[in-house]
C-alpha cells in the first residue's frame, strides 16, 4: 500500500486550474464541431476532412488531464512516511585571496626575469589548480588596491592579473597589515573555506600587522605567506626596458636596501594557523605550496557532506506526467476518420 504525505500541500489548489484549463479545451472542441456541422454533411466532413473523431479527441483531453494532474501532485512533493534516504549535500566552493606586493622592489631582478613578473606567473599556475573555487586579488604597496573581487570566472581573473604593475597601488612602501584587512573585507559570507596567499618581498612598514592577522584567525581565514628575496637584504638592480642598461635603485642618493621581513611573515602565519613559505629568490616549489599548504584547506571545505532526507516521491509523478503527455501526443498524432470518397 503506497503511504506518501504531501509537503507542499498548498499547491492543490492548482488541481482547479487544471480542471478549468481541459473543460475550456472541451467547449472549444465542441464548438468547433458544431460550427463545421453547420456547413458540411457528416459525409462531406469526412470526405473533406482529416479531423479525430469525437471519442478519440476526450480520450487525448484525458491523458492530457491525467499529465496535468501528476505534476500538481508532483508540485506538492509527497515523501514515503517512515523512509529516510542517506545523499550528498553540494560541494562547498573555497574562497581564496591572492595579496600581491607590486611595490618598485618587485622589480629586482634575482628573480628571473624579476619579482614581480615570476609572482604572477606563480599566482597563474596556483589559481590553474583551483577548479571550481572563487578566487581574488589585491595589489598592495603602501596601500591595498582591490583590482579582482573574489570569482569563480579564472579567466576574467588571468586577464586581471595580466594587467597588475607597480603602478597599481600607487603609493611606495609594503603595508602588510592594510591588504590582510582589505582582504578581510572582500570574502563572501557563507559556509566554506577562506584563504590568503600573501606573496611580497618587503620589509613591513605597518605597525597594526599582527593585529590584522588576529582579525583573520578571528574571522576564520587562513593565511599562507610566501616571501620573495633576502632577509639580509639586498640592492634593487632594475633594468631599462629602451636601452637594457642595468641600475641600481637610489633614494637620497643611497642604494635601496630591499629586506624580507621574514619574522613578521613567520608570525601572521602562526597566528592564523598558516603556513610560511621562505622562497628567497630561488624558484618556487609550486607543487609542495599546493600539496602541503593551500590544497589541505581549500579541501577541507569541498569534501561534500552528507545528510539523511525523507525519502522523495515526486519523481514518479514526473514520470506519470511525462508518460501520460507523450500517450496524448500519440493519440492525437494518430489517424483520424477521413474516408476516401
Not at 312 to 332: K, P, T
Amino acid at each position: 500500500m503506497i503511504d506518501w504525505h504531501p509537503v507542499d500541500v498548498e499547491h492543490v489548489h492548482l488541481v482547479w486550474a487544471v480542471l478549468l484549463l481541459v473543460g475550456l479545451l472541451v467547449v472549444l472542441e465542441l464548438r468547433a464541431r458544431g460550427a463545421m456541422a453547420e456547413f458540411l454533411s457528416p459525409i462531406m466532413q469526412r470526405r473533406l476532412t482529416a479531423r479525430a473523431s469525437f471519442d478519440r479527441t476526450l480520450l487525448k483531453l484525458g491523458l492530457v488531464l491525467l499529465s496535468l494532474l501528476c505534476g500538481v501532485g508532483a508540485l506538492m512533493r509527497p515523501q514515503a512516511r517512515g523512509i529516510t534516504e542517506t545523499v550528498a549535500a553540494s560541494q562547498t566552493s573555497a574562497d581564496v585571496m591572492f595579496l600581491l606586493d607590486v611595490s618598485r622592489s618587485m622589480l629586482a631582478e634575482d628573480a628571473a626575469p624579476n619579482r614581480l613578473a615570476r609572482a604572477k606567473a606563480e599566482i597563474n599556475q596556483l589559481v590553474s589548480r583551483l577548479d571550481g573555487h572563487r578566487v581574488g586579488l589585491i595589489a598592495f604597496a603602501g596601500r591595498a588596491v582591490p583590482v579582482c573581487p573574489l570569482t569563480p570566472d579564472h579567466a576574467y581573473f588571468d586577464t586581471v592579473l595580466s594587467s597588475v604593475d607597480t603602478r597599481s597601488a600607487g603609493r611606495g612602501g609594503s603595508r602588510v597589515g592594510d591588504a590582510i584587512k582589505t582582504a578581510l573585507r572582500g570574502f563572501l559570507a557563507g559556509p566554506g573555506a577562506k584563504l590568503i596567499v600573501l606573496i611580497t618581498d618587503g620589509d613591513d612598514q605597518d605597525p597594526y600587522t599582527e593585529e590584522a592577522a588576529k582579525s583573520a584567525r578571528d574571522a576564520g581565514v587562513k593565511i599562507v605567506a610566501v616571501g620573495l628575496g633576502s632577509e639580509t637584504g639586498s640592492q634593487i638592480t632594475l633594468t631599462d626596458p629602451q636601452s637594457g642598461a642595468k641600475t641600481v635603485l637610489m633614494h637620497d642618493g643611497k642604494p635601496v636596501i630591499s629586506k624580507l621581513d621574514g619574522a613578521m611573515l613567520r608570525k601572521i602565519a602562526l597566528v592564523t594557523e598558516g603556513a610560511y613559505v621562505p622562497a628567497g629568490t630561488s624558484a618556487v616549489d609550486l607543487d609542495a605550496i599546493m600539496e602541503s599548504h593551500v590544497q589541505p584547506i581549500v579541501r577541507a571545505a569541498a569534501d561534500a557532506t552528507v545528510r539523511v532526507i525523507p525519502a522523495e516521491r515526486y519523481e514518479w509523478l514526473v514520470l506519470g506526467a511525462i508518460v501520460f503527455l507523450l500517450a496524448a501526443l500519440w493519440v492525437g498524432a494518430g489517424a483520424g476518420d477521413r474516408r476516401a470518397t
